[in-house]
């Protein structure tokens, strides 16, 4: 069975329970709500606990297999369930077997549905600087007197073996590719040449854009080039696979822009198998994440400064100062994510990472440099670990007046995330830029970001968010896309500037004025025809995500969002 009547991310959500995943695309957050009712948290019990015992009680995994294949049956074919459990399970009974929590305590952790309980072994605190906060000032926003432009681009999901004429309609989570079965009793719909919804992007496709991108912003100062490169094939991906597509996307990139600089994180779909980044003290190397930091290394070696590369080696994250007064720190932020199944047994700073953010921050502070924050996973979204994302709140919080800027992708679509300081929640503070995705794939149409920053003060003015119509460039295929600006912020949404402030204020007119939200929604999606409706619940969920820097924090930050 496929469930023909979910959408395609309820039906991901699905086979992303049954094989005890948190998400098979980037983040399945937009769809929590209305999977929550058919998905039980009972179910998540069951299925966690399935690992859970095989790896207490050292069952075979042939008989672990046995028990599992049936249940994702329910979801999916069985080259995809027997693919899913051949790549995750070897690591999720290898963590299972020092996980000192229960099941019911993973899925409180794993889960929004479930119960949240308090678990000892998952409370931790970084030590902030024991410096005082300086006074924060209102910060006058006059006209900038220079600027630069800031290139973002994320979720390319490059498919090499997209196939144009393959089926577009397939019973795998991932479909237009000669392997790709066509669904029971549907109308065969090809896959097309620029690109199909519920496939990823082809490579003449990413060739295009970056292609444009080259030849019309010419005056970019660097770009941010934040994660999630490989497809999302998870069930048949391999190490030496996920290394190869990895290669292929940053070619891509050094062709079209070999002079300018890149600065890079580490999407969750990188890794094998797909979320996971063992911590440090995860030695043994059947299991380590040294095959993929040491290749990682090499690959970002002509972007990254040496005296950082140990620093990406070690834990995926790195600090880089593209221009005098302003440093750029980049996030691992796997050691957030609830599919990295090695959290479930420590979750404790994995790699020590935001106590270096911590230290990062402070030196920034006492010297006067302003920071940009950038990441892949957006650290208020339902997929990061609740205690990770209150330890990262409150350094948000603490190092107001020096971060001026934090940048995520992930979610596929166009958003933000404002954040609120941890001590008077009525106070905007800060606002995390979530771009949209170049793939396809849940039938968005292919977007990037130019953001426009005041090199004096390393506020952003404005951004623009650009677009390729897939539907209108597969219409008229004989001749190239057009990519075109769907909109600008300030301009969109009647902004003074875009410090937190607006973008809180924002969010209350939105509630307010039905044409405003309607316009955010259509942005929200960049402009796709296939964007679902939405009701009183849509709406408040949505508004409720961008005021949502933390995650489930909602009864904390959208009790007035519902009168």
Not at 266 to 291: A, L, Q, R
Not at 390 to 418: A, K, M, P, W
Not at 533 to 542: A, C, E, L, N, V
Request: net charge neutral; glycine share 4%.
């Amino acid at each position: 069975l496929s469930f023909p009547f979910l959408s395609l991310r309820v039906r991901m959500k699905v086979i992303v329970l049954a094989t005890l995943l948190c998400s098979v695309t980037g983040s399945l957050e937009i769809i929590f709500k209305r999977v929550e009712s058919s998905i039980s948290c009972g179910v998540c019990e069951l299925l966690v606990n399935i690992f859970y015992t095989a790896a207490k009680k050292n069952e075979p995994m042939s008989f672990v297999k046995l028990k599992f294949v049936p249940l994702c049956r329910v979801a999916q074919n069985s080259i995809v369930c027997n693919g899913i459990f051949d790549t995750f399970a070897p690591d999720i009974l290898e963590a299972f077997q020092y996980v000192q929590i229960s099941p019911t305590e993973i899925c409180s952790m794993l889960m929004e549905a479930c119960p949240q309980m308090r678990i000892p072994e998952h409370e931790w605190t970084v030590n902030l600087t024991s410096v005082p906060k300086p006074r924060v000032q209102e910060k006058l926003r006059s006209k900038a007197n220079n600027v630069i432009k800031i290139l973002q681009i994320n979720d390319i999901h490059l498919d090499t073996d997209y196939a144009v004429g393959s089926t577009s309609n397939c019973q795998e989570p991932l479909c237009c590719r000669n392997l790709s079965t066509n669904k029971l009793l549907a109308r065969n719909i090809p896959a097309e040449r620029w690109g199909s919804a519920e496939c990823d992007t082809p490579l003449k496709t990413l060739d295009y854009i970056l292609e444009v991108i080259a030849e019309r912003h010419t005056d970019i100062s660097y770009i941010m080039w934040l994660g999630d490169i490989a497809p999302h094939d998870i069930w048949r991906q391999t190490k030496a696979g996920q290394l190869i597509t990895l290669r292929d996307g940053i070619s891509a990139l050094k062709r079209f822009f070999p002079n300018t600089p890149v600065l890079p994180t580490i999407g969750n779909h990188e890794t094998k198998p797909d979320g996971s980044y063992p911590p440090p003290w995860v030695t043994n190397p059947n299991f380590s994440i040294t095959w993929f930091s040491e290749a990682l290394v090499e690959l970002w070696k002509d972007w990254i400064p040496p005296s950082q590369l140990q620093n990406v080696l070690t834990g995926g994250y790195y600090s880089i100062q593209p221009h005098p007064g302003l440093k750029v720190l980049s996030l691992n932020t796997l050691y957030c994510h609830c599919r990295n199944w090695w959290l479930y047994v420590n979750s404790t700073d994995p790699a020590q990472q935001l106590l270096w953010l911590v230290t990062e921050l402070q030196q920034a502070e006492s010297t006067g440099q302003k920071v940009h924050i950038i990441g892949h996973i957006p650290p208020g979204n339902a997929d990061c670990l609740k205690v990770w994302s209150r330890n990262y709140y409150e350094i948000v919080s603490r190092y107001e007046s020096t971060i001026t800027g934090q940048f995520f992708g992930h979610t596929h679509l166009d958003e933000f995330e404002v954040f609120y300081d941890s001590q008077n929640l009525s106070r905007p503070v800060s606002v995390a830029y979530i771009a949209p995705s170049i793939t396809p794939f849940e039938g968005g149409n292919p977007s990037y970001r130019i953001y426009t920053i005041d090199s004096d003060t390393w506020e952003v003015i404005d951004y623009e968010s650009l677009i390729m119509d897939y539907k209108k460039a597969n219409k008229y295929s004989e001749s190239n896309p057009e990519l075109f600006k769907l909109y600008s912020a300030k301009q969109a949404y009647a902004l003074n500037n875009l410090g937190p402030k607006e973008w809180n204020k924002l969010i209350y007119r939105m509630k307010k004025e039905p044409l405003l939200f309607d316009k955010f929604y259509q942005n929200y999606y960049t402009n796709s025809p296939n964007r679902p409706s939405y009701g009183r619940q849509d709406k408040f969920r949505i508004l409720c995500n961008l005021k949502s820097g933390k995650t489930k924090a909602a009864k904390k930050l959208c009790g007035d969002l519902k009168s």
